[in-house]
């Protein structure tokens, strides 16, 4: 599988910030890739860049094989791109918006166009100043789905939305996952969870990880160890690396492991306790997940 | 070109009141200029026309604004040439075409041939499109919104009225009927500046980088405009003379100082002073007119305002006003000096003379002109007024009424061989007012004349052992 966007060490400074500080990404062809990370880590300012919205100071970028300073008429009209703060033309109606786009785009696909409409509930003849957010977002999506997109870029799209509207527009982006490769950046970590099939965390301008979303829910576990003494850490042997948040108590001891497995890691436990009465190794949501490494970058800075 | 039509229609559609609104000012700006009393309306009219213009350009350019990272168009397919295209076509179709239906209707409603004025009129619009409509354009493309466009539209006044009174002062003198020249830098400077920005902007959509070039592009333009010396111009108008050869046989010297007093007003710390210039060998049948004239002096002279006395056949005297520093001539009046300074000036002829009723309807006359005379009651004086279409002609024009003396309708006569000047207004219009108390009765002919230019020429003189005292106004030589 070939990846559609790649960044190579991608700087970006605004004055004396880093936005991003060598960035390196990678997002496969047909994969459903969710950007996360906390606020200001560098998500916008990575997918402005890909999009050739912003340029970077350093590095390489290519999205669909082409340079992103070089994207031209022809590449874009293979890429959607919805964003949350995108300023749409205003004074257009539904309707209009949707005959203004279509000669832009040689794919673009009338049936489909319709489906979206009817699906998305779209009210054709109002302008879109009148429109709520969730639905400006729906027509968004809707059309830059219309012309069936190779690449399919999404800004924190689901941000202030109602779930039903949050709903809506999953459905409309799992419907063409797989024609169309989506790369998304969001905070709502339960709502790519449930349909990315690639993850990538970014903070502080550098993506800290980027995997399949079936490999890095198997590897973090939320493990509890009861034992029947305190335990006590020999000074000469720190906590595992891998073991984040550690936290002890007379009869309990708690972590996170980021390397599961279930041999390796309960050899590791009986190496560093000794016997122990119970292990269970719970599988850990996205949001606990990143929640879990954000507060340990934290504490290490 | 297909993008750029569909954007164009798009544009339409988004900004059909605006457009509506460049129309009517342009209905009423035209409807205006058929009553004479209406004249001070019409001009008003005519500053709404270019304000509601200026707004559409920026709302059109604004509508897909090049600056900003959040515009909905700059992620789709857009292909820049034809959203560049798309802009142009919009500002020729719904900005210059109802200034250009406006100026057709005014110029038909005054009795204007239309076929012998359509290469003025579209050089009209050619210019409103080159100094106006595209400069105005540019703006709006480094501009992120429409106030940060009226804010730098302010600026740049500002900036340009500064600029104007800051170099004005060292800027080479006025160039008479040679000006044109120096206006056809600013033209192309104007329209050169703005292409380019508007070219960089669309396709790299770099403004700060932008900007930059279009500071220093600015800068040039100015330099140009001010720095260019009187030589060139004389070298470009001399290209265009009919009859270069015509002046060969001219001599030119420091003539006689007038006894009498200067009549050339008073300037704070100048004195002034008459240059009388003596042309010998002028053809037969032909007219002078000074144009530019230059004294080497330790302190700088301005100098203009040319008036012209026949002496003989073959020779007329041009005086030559200027002012110099007081302080200076106050050091230097009595000293002998040696003169160095040269005379640009134009050979007019060919008279084509025509006699008109005493009339207040505009009448037909010679050079493209239409006259009317009419007996003023309060003063007791008789106007003669003539106007011409898009440009006033780049001749001499005299009125006779009567069997009175020629009298030079003011004027200031451009050589420019351009069919129009910049401008909305498509009618100039020129009077002449004399005291003839007690004889409108007697007076029943109106003669128009008027003399087109033959040859441009240069000439320089000398004179040694000459005190500027001898110059002065003689109210200064007897102090």
Not at chain 1, 81 to 107: I, R
Not at chain 1, 276 to 281: D, L, Q, Y
Not at chain 2, 373 to 396: H, I, K, N, Y
């Amino acid at each position: 599988m070939s990846d559609l966007v790649t960044a190579i060490d991608l700087v970006k400074r605004f004055r004396w910030v880093r936005g991003l500080d060598g960035l390196n990404l990678s997002v496969p062809e047909g994969s459903v890739f969710g950007l996360a990370g906390p606020n200001g880590a560098g998500k916008t300012t990575t997918l402005k860049i890909l999009m050739n919205i912003l340029h970077s100071n350093s590095g390489h970028a290519e999205v669909l094989g082409i340079d992103s300073r070089q994207l031209g008429p022809e590449t874009l009209a293979q890429i959607g791109y919805v964003s949350e703060n995108q300023e749409l033309p205003d004074w257009m109606t539904v309707e209009y918006l949707f005959a203004y786009l279509k000669p832009f785009y040689p794919t673009w696909d009338d049936t489909r166009a319709e489906q979206l409409i009817h699906q998305f509930d779209l009210p054709l003849d109002r302008q879109l100043r009148h429109l709520s957010r969730g639905m400006r977002m729906k027509t968004a999506l809707a059309s830059s789905l219309a012309y069936r997109p190779r690449l399919l870029i999404m800004d924190e799209p689901f941000s202030g939305l109602d779930p039903l509207m949050r709903e809506d527009l999953i459905d409309g982006l799992l419907e063409c996952a797989g024609e169309t490769t989506i790369l998304i950046s969001s905070h709502d970590l339960a709502e790519i969870e449930s349909f990315a099939s690639h993850i990538g965390y970014l903070d502080g301008g550098r993506l800290q990880f980027s995997e399949e979303m079936t490999s890095l829910t198997a590897r973090f576990r939320e493990v509890e160890v009861i034992v029947d003494s305190p335990p006590l850490l020999p000074p000469d042997r720190p906590w595992p690396a891998h073991w984040l948040r550690p936290e002890t108590s007379p009869a309990l001891i708690r972590f996170v492991e980021t390397h599961f497995d279930a041999e390796r890691t309960t050899d590791e436990i009986r190496k560093l306790f000794g016997d122990v009465r119970n292990i269970s190794a719970l599988p850990m949501s996205l949001r606990a997940i990143f929640v879990t490494l954000a507060r340990d970058r934290s504490k290490a800075a | 070109m297909r993008q750029a039509l569909h954007i164009f229609k798009k544009d339409a559609r988004c900004l059909w009141y605006e457009i509506s609104l460049v129309w009517l000012f342009a209905g009423v700006f035209a409807s205006l200029h058929i009553h004479a009393d209406y004249a001070y309306f019409s001009g008003l009219s005519e500053v709404v026309l270019v304000i509601a213009a200026v707004l559409l350009i920026g709302r059109l350019i604004l509508a897909e604004a090049i600056t900003g990272d959040r515009q909905f168009w700059i992620t789709r397919p857009y292909r820049w040439q034809g959203l560049l295209a798309a802009k142009v076509l919009f500002i020729i179709g719904f900005v210059n075409l109802p200034i250009f239906v406006a100026q057709v209707f005014i110029v038909l409603i005054d009795g204007f041939p239309l076929g012998s004025n359509v290469p003025g009129l579209l050089w009209s619009q050619f210019l409103l499109l080159a100094c106006v409509a595209l400069p105005f354009a540019a703006i709006a493309s480094v501009s992120s919104g429409i106030a940060p466009f009226i804010a730098s539209q302010l600026i740049v006044l500002l900036v340009g009225a500064g600029m104007l009174a800051l170099f004005t002062p060292f800027a080479t003198r006025a160039l008479g009927g040679l000006d044109w020249v120096r206006y056809s830098i600013a033209v192309v400077a104007f329209g050169a500046i703005a292409l380019t920005v508007l070219f960089i902007q669309y396709k790299t959509r770099r403004t700060y980088f932008t900007r930059c070039v279009a500071v220093g592009e600015i800068a040039l333009g100015a330099l140009a405009f001010i720095a260019m010396p009187s030589s060139f111009a004389l070298a470009v108008q001399s290209g265009h003379s009919k009859q270069p050869s015509l002046g060969s046989s001219i001599q030119a010297t420091f003539g006689e100082v007038p006894e009498h007093q200067f009549s050339t007003g008073q300037v704070p710390h100048k004195i002034a002073m008459v240059f009388p210039i003596l042309l010998r060998g002028l053809p037969e049948g032909t007219d002078v007119q000074g144009d530019v004239f230059s004294i080497s002096l330790q302190s700088p002279a301005d100098c203009g305002n040319f008036s012209r006395t026949p002496i003989s056949a073959g020779s007329s005297i041009i005086h030559v006003n200027c002012f110099i520093d007081t302080k200076f001539f106050e050091q230097q009046r009595g000293t002998p000096v040696t003169l160095h300074a040269s005379l640009y000036f134009t050979l007019f002829g060919n008279r084509q003379i025509q006699t008109l009723p005493f009339n207040s309807d505009f009448l037909n006359a010679p050079a493209g002109l239409q006259c009317a005379a009419e007996s003023g009651g309060v003063r007791a004086s008789l106007d003669v007024t003539c106007r011409s279409a898009l440009r006033w002609p780049a001749r001499l024009v005299y009125e006779r009424l009567g069997d009175s003396d020629e009298n030079t309708i003011p004027q200031f006569v451009s050589y420019s061989p351009f069919p129009a000047d910049f401008g909305i207004d498509p009618i100039e219009t020129r009077r002449s007012s004399t005291s003839m108390a007690g004889r409108a009765r007697t007076i029943h002919e109106l003669t128009i004349i008027a003399e087109e230019q033959l040859a441009h020429l240069h000439r320089d003189i000398e004179a040694h052992n000459v005190r500027l005292d001898d110059f002065a106004d003689p109210s200064v030589r007897r102090r």
